[in-house]
């Protein structure tokens, strides 16, 4: 079974600009999560898809990030205008159901200058 | 709020050696707890995931308890190899069904 996709691996913007990422899951996996990881940090979740409604964003800064998950299959993640606190590792993972296994993207990794 | 930590930050041990990484978490009213491994520029993989009615769980040379009374997992690797070297992280499911994370504990295995 094919993994977690996620894009691009890597990515260097300077403040204030913006940024998007995106995450393909494991096909038939209902329910995707965006976590930003912070170096030397756990992840900590941003938000919460199932299929293609939001179940959690309470942690999400929602006056610089957004995100959506069309269709109830891929997802996007952007940022605007990017602060220099938003470098950070940025991964999706995706499961089954809500009480399955997470199955984690190798994230994008953002550096802002 | 749920806090979960993991002690020590970071581990060094020759090969061989039994093992054992802790991870603590403050609310006790949780679904389930995870162990994941995350390798250096890599997503996590899931290795062992204990239901909050389950008191332990074993993946090959891999052990997992849970005693969610006092708050504590431990994850036991046995007969440690240069492989196993990674980050371990812990991770508690709470009533928000949400995963919170600890640090991790960096793990390096010496051939």
């Known amino acids: 079974e094919a993994g977690v996709a996620q894009s691009p691996r890597y990515k260097i913007i300077e403040k204030r600009q913006s940024v998007a990422f995106w995450c393909n899951p494991i096909?038939?996996?209902?329910?995707l999560y965006w976590y930003q990881q912070i170096l030397g940090q756990g992840p900590k979740l941003l938000i919460q898809?199932?299929?293609?409604?939001?179940?959690?964003d309470s942690q999400l800064p929602k006056d610089r990030f957004s995100a959506e998950r069309l269709k109830g299959v891929d997802s996007t993640l952007k940022i605007q205008p990017a602060k220099l606190e938003d470098s950070a590792v940025y991964l999706c993972?995706?499961?089954?159901?809500?009480?399955?296994?997470?199955?984690f993207g190798n994230g994008t990794r953002l550096t802002v200058t | 709020k749920q806090e979960v930590t993991q002690i020590p930050a970071a581990l060094s041990v020759p090969e061989g050696e039994n093992l054992v990484l802790n991870c603590s978490f403050t609310?006790?009213?949780?679904?389930?707890l995870q162990w994941f491994r995350q390798d250096p520029g890599k997503g996590l993989t899931s290795l062992l995931l204990?239901?909050?009615?389950?008191r332990e769980q074993t993946s090959g040379r891999l052990n997992a308890s849970l005693d969610k009374s006092s708050g504590r997992s431990t994850l036991y690797i046995a007969a440690s190899q240069p492989g196993d070297s990674a980050t371990y992280l812990c991770?508690?499911?709470?009533?928000?069904?949400?995963?919170?994370f600890g640090s991790g504990t960096q793990l390096t295995v010496l051939p």
């Open positions: 609310d006790s009213a949780i679904y389930n």
């Open positions: 991770a508690v499911e709470g009533s928000a069904r949400q995963l919170t």
């Open positions: 204990i239901q909050s009615s389950q």
């Open positions: 993972a995706s499961s089954l159901e809500v009480n399955s296994p997470l199955h």
């Open positions: 096909s038939g996996h209902a329910t």
């Open positions: 898809f199932q299929n293609n409604g939001v179940v959690d």
